[in-house]
Structure formats: C-alpha cells, structure tokens
C-alpha cells in the first residue's frame, strides 16, 4: 500500500463478525484483492463512523452513571437532590425524559433523551427479542401481485410504510406497536421544546377530564358515537357516571378502561412543548383489544390541556405516524 494508507482508518477496520474475520485470518492477500475489499470497506465507513459515535456516547452516559450512583451509595446526594440536579440539567439542554421502558433486541432504553439520540432510536434494531418475532412481515398488494417485506428497525418500518406495506397478522400488529412507540417519540424528540407553562398537573391519572375520543371503536358507528357525544360536551367522568366505562386498573402513569367489549391501556412516556405553542404536551402510549377476543393493537397520542380548568384535547397539528403513500 503507499506510505500515505492510514491503518488506523475506519476503511481499515478488522470485521468483528467472527465468520467474515475468519475468512483472512493471517493471510497476506495479492494487491487486486487488498484493493477490493477496501473498496468494500469504503463504502461502509461512515456507518463504522456512526457506531463509533454512539459507542462513546453510551460510554459518556454509563461514566455518568456510575458517578451519579456512586455518590448516592457515599450519601453525597439524596435521590432528591439527584432529581433536581437531572432536571436542571435537562432544562437547559433540550433534554426530556422518556419514562416507558423502550424493548429493544439488546437491551431496554429508557431515561433522559434529546434531539441528538433520534438517530440513534430511529436506526436500533428493535426484533428479534427473546419473546418477539425474529422480523415483521409486511406486505403490499400491486396489481394481483402481492410483495412481501420485512423490518427490524423503525427505520425499515416507517420506509415500508411510505411505501404501501402494511403488517398482515394478528401478531403481527401487536408487534408493530413499539414501531410505532419509537417514531411518536423520534418525531416528538425532533421537536421537543421546554414549555413555559403546564397545565398537566397528574397527567392521565386525571381519568375524569379525558377526551371521549380517545375510547376504542371497531365500528364506523362506534366512532360517529363517540364523535357526537364529543360533540355534546361529554368528556370521560360522564362516560364513568353512565357506567359505559370501566376502570380496571390505575397508577400515576398508566390507566387501563373497559368499554363495549374493548380494552384500552394507556401510559405515559414524555412531557415537553411538542406542537410550539408554550404550553406543556404529554405523549401517551396506547394499546386497544378486544376484551373477547385475539385482536389487539398499539400505538401513541398527544394530549394537552389549554388551561387549569379546561379537559385533556388531543393535539392533532403533530403527525405521529408515518404518512402512507397511496397506490
């Protein structure tokens, strides 16, 4: 090679695969074949580049980590100090916390995030996990042709949607609703700002002041039904009193409802000002199925309050799924 080849270079990398490092070994390779599987190389350099990145990020977090952890086990900070510290710290960075753990294939992320962990959530494998699929299997109909695809990552997901795919199974649209969890939290990161005022207070734990609209329907009926009691001023305490829906379970950040025949889990996962407008927004989870049934599927919403004696609305301005292309 000529005195200007850097081996330290990402184009040089050694493959950590063991299989594709097993094929050299310590073979001295002819100056044709050298060149080609550095052009291979080259080709992937600024991928190696980016795991670079977010290796030395994860390390920088882990070394806070241990600090942090280290100076609550000396009793040099209480879990309120370290509370307050986080926050301010937060506060003046841009940085939000995503308090719903986040299943990976290799781990579970959850903890304080900003725009600059986008790509990072948007390109980390999701499948295969111990008890998910290995893939998502996605298809699209052409014609009388029908295309298969398949996705692990958010990424792959999302760019099968904009292309017409869509999930064909029952496991299938389960799986797929911590695809869409990452994304409604990608595209809330990409345009979270710190609010100037909040009117949240315990957040969905306020089950009375609800948005009706927020129930699950199967039927264009059931959703009219909804829409007209909407309408009518009818917010979640009048659906309670009437005894069409039903609290089954309940904590700080989750609430789980029963109505006509279907369920509905909801949890929180952030807080910030997403849509700009100043006040507070809160990203909620959800997951609807059939209370008799195998159906089930999940996905994300973005709910407000406009005043401290206004109810929950449900902030339509932000797209939190991605936009299917027709065909």
């Given at each position: 090679m000529p005195e200007t080849f850097d081996i330290d270079a990402f184009t040089n990398l050694v493959p950590s695969h063991r299989h594709c490092n097993l094929q050299k070994l310590g073979k001295v390779l002819p100056r044709n074949r050298t060149l080609h599987f550095l052009s291979i190389a080259e080709g992937k350099a600024l991928k190696a580049q980016k795991i670079e990145a977010e290796i030395k990020h994860q390390i920088e977090q882990d070394n806070v980590t241990v600090l942090i952890q280290t100076a609550l086990d000396a009793g040099l900070l209480s879990p309120g100090q370290m509370t307050a510290l986080l926050t301010s710290y937060a506060k003046g960075r841009d940085i939000f916390e995503i308090v719903e753990s986040l299943p990976y294939r290799d781990e579970r992320l959850k903890g304080f995030f900003s725009s600059s962990d986008i790509d990072l959530l948007y390109e980390k494998p999701i499948l295969p996990r111990l008890y998910g699929l290995e893939q998502l299997e996605m298809i699209r109909d052409i014609g009388n042709k029908t295309e298969k695809i398949s996705a692990?990552?958010?990424?792959?997901?999302?760019?099968?949607?904009?292309?017409?795919?869509?999930?064909?199974?029952?496991?299938?649209?389960?799986?797929?609703?911590?695809?869409?969890?990452?994304?409604?939290?990608?595209?809330?990161?990409?345009?979270?700002?710190?609010?100037?005022?909040?009117?949240?207070?315990?957040?969905?734990?306020?089950?009375?002041?609800?948005?009706?609209?927020?129930?699950?329907?199967?039927?264009?009926?059931?959703?009219?039904?909804?829409?007209?009691?909407?309408?009518?001023?009818?917010?979640?305490?009048?659906?309670?009193?009437?005894?069409?829906?039903?609290?089954?379970?309940?904590?700080?950040?989750?609430?789980?409802?029963?109505?006509?025949?279907?369920?509905?889990?909801?949890?929180?996962?952030?807080?910030?000002?997403?849509?700009?407008?100043?006040?507070?927004?809160?990203?909620?989870?959800?997951?609807?199925y059939a209370t008799e049934g195998t159906y089930g599927s999940g996905s994300a919403m973005l709910l407000t309050r406009n005043g401290p004696n206004d109810p929950f609305s449900i902030v339509s301005s932000v797209q939190l799924t991605p936009e299917r292309e027709l065909r």
């Open positions: 692990v990552s958010c990424r792959e997901w999302a760019e099968a949607i904009e292309d017409g795919y869509y999930t064909y199974t029952t496991y299938g649209m389960k799986e797929e609703t911590y695809f869409r969890r990452v994304y409604a939290i990608v595209t809330c990161l990409a345009q979270a700002k710190i609010p100037t005022v909040s009117y949240l207070s315990n957040g969905i734990a306020n089950v009375d002041i609800l948005p009706v609209t927020i129930l699950p329907s199967l039927s264009e009926d059931g959703v009219e039904e909804l829409l007209r009691l909407k309408s009518q001023g009818f917010i979640m305490k009048d659906m309670i009193e009437k005894r069409r829906v039903r609290i089954t379970e309940k904590s700080a950040l989750s609430l789980r409802l029963e109505f006509d025949y279907m369920g509905l889990f909801l949890s929180e996962i952030m807080r910030a000002d997403i849509d700009g407008d100043g006040i507070e927004d809160i990203l909620v989870g959800t997951y609807e």
